[in-house]
């Protein structure tokens, strides 16, 4: 935690929801407040961080998540964070992709990964949970922050100088100088101040996981690398997590909204085993045996991302929205989770900025300075993983009336470069550019 010695009230930050997102923005808070000096030469001004999550316990259930490079930089600052996520990854790599025809198997392209293989920092396929746990344990183990349970938020109050007060739906509130929505698609703190709505993207998934020992060496022969079969209206995603001990299962398909009426955007949803594999029934035999071994129940649900969402800060900058309460994103790019890590990195610095400078000015300059750098990027990432899955699933439309054989090769060069501006950008350079001309 930063210094607290002395009799300076710390600045309160409230962090609404606690999954990955919210936990990432809660360690940069801590990082850059105890590394970054004030100008005066003294310690930085104290800062406490509260996490409320609305669930009885930290808990993240469902599938598998991915680091890409440009998100795994900015973990490694935070001493420890990412050599404890490489440990989870295992062995990697020089490669991102390999995308294969669904009907024969046959390979149509590969892509590399911007890294080499031995590179310290290295993208990084995870089960949720087990990224959870590490930023969980890193919290705990340095007192980053106090983390309650049972919290919903219902409302916030505007206290002028005091800074906010937050109301959860057990009646208790708490106040704090900056709230920071991390609370997802559905945001209780975003609806206090904008409407909008989730987006069906027209396609469901499938997902399971299934332990690599079980497949035969044939049909997984030790790929550290995720691996796509690409077919009209659909495409089946694997990729290894845990050490490369199980499989992540994703399987894509285009369907109409009124065929899934009841399906909702839930990690609990689930089906008949014989729905997936009726939908795949046409495609070839790896496909089909990795299928069979996925469980009796697989989950099923709806893919969703949220419409554009044109202002992330409110309140005078006394509230801040970050992740999928701004910016959810279907997942054809693995970039979700990354952006919202990029989002803390960036509030983070900006905040961490404002109090090296002795709280000079309003907070707000600040807070608009993360969202004049994040808002942009972060919606290129929703628009373009739209557009890669109807890549993936031959469904963009100068393809639309090209036969599946006559499209591969305009699918395989786009696939090449398309990655580069996601992976590669440099946020401390984005960051201290806007900085100078914001003049703050």
């Not at 937050?166 to 009646?171: A, E, L, M, P, T």
Request: glycine residues 8%; aromatic residues 8%; charged residues 25%.
């Amino acid at each position: 935690m930063c210094d607290t010695n002395g009799d300076r009230k710390p600045f309160r930050v409230a962090v609404v929801g606690g999954a990955i997102g919210g936990l990432t923005c809660a360690l940069f808070l801590d990082h850059f407040c105890r590394q970054v000096p004030a100008q005066d030469g003294k310690n930085m001004p104290p800062i406490a961080i509260d996490v409320y999550e609305q669930a009885s316990e930290y808990k993240e259930i469902g599938a598998g998540v991915g680091l890409g490079i440009n998100a795994a930089k900015l973990v490694h600052h935070i001493k420890g964070v990412g050599a404890a996520i490489n440990d989870i990854q295992g062995r990697t790599d020089s490669s991102w992709f390999t995308f294969c025809r669904w009907d024969n198997g046959g390979f149509i392209t590969h892509v590399d990964s911007p890294i080499k293989v031995d590179d310290v920092v290295r993208p990084s396929s995870m089960a949720r949970s087990e990224f959870l746990d590490v930023l969980l344990r890193f919290i705990r183990e340095r007192d980053v922050a106090t983390l309650h349970t049972n919290k919903k938020f219902t409302s916030v109050k505007d206290l002028g100088e005091g800074g906010v007060q937050i109301s959860f739906k057990d009646g208790t509130t708490a106040e704090a100088d900056l709230l920071i929505g991390s609370d997802g698609i559905h945001s209780e703190v975003r609806k206090q101040f904008i409407t909008g709505k989730a987006l069906y993207s027209g396609k469901i998934a499938y997902r399971g996981v299934v332990p690599i020992d079980k497949l035969p060496k044939e049909t997984w022969p030790g790929k550290s690398w995720p691996v796509i079969w690409m077919a009209r209206h659909k495409h089946f995603l694997v990729f290894p997590i845990s050490q490369s001990h199980s499989l992540n299962i994703v399987a894509f398909i285009s369907k109409r909204e009124d065929e899934i009426p009841d399906l909702r955007e839930s990690w609990t949803s689930t089906c008949d085993r014989r729905e997936l594999e009726e939908d795949f029934s046409d495609c070839e035999e790896t496909v089909q045996k990795i299928i069979h071994l996925m469980p009796e129940r697989p989950s099923k649900w709806r893919i969703n991302d949220h419409e554009p969402v044109p202002q992330w800060i409110f309140l005078g900058g006394k509230v801040a929205l970050l992740g999928d309460a701004c910016h959810a994103t279907t997942p054809h790019q693995g970039a979700g989770a990354g952006q919202a890590v990029e989002d803390g990195y960036i509030l983070s610095k900006a905040l961490s900025d404002w109090l090296a400078r002795g709280k000079k000015g309003s907070v707000e300059g600040w807070m608009d300075l993360y969202q004049r750098i994040r808002l942009p990027r972060a919606q290129k990432v929703v628009t373009t993983s739209r557009q890669a899955g109807e890549l993936y699933e031959f469904e963009s439309p100068d393809l639309i009336n090209l036969s599946y054989d006559e499209a591969i090769p305009i699918v395989a060069e786009r696939l090449q470069e398309r990655l580069k501006w996601l992976w590669m950008e440099d946020l401390d350079s984005v960051y201290e550019k806007e900085k100078g001309e914001a003049r703050l």
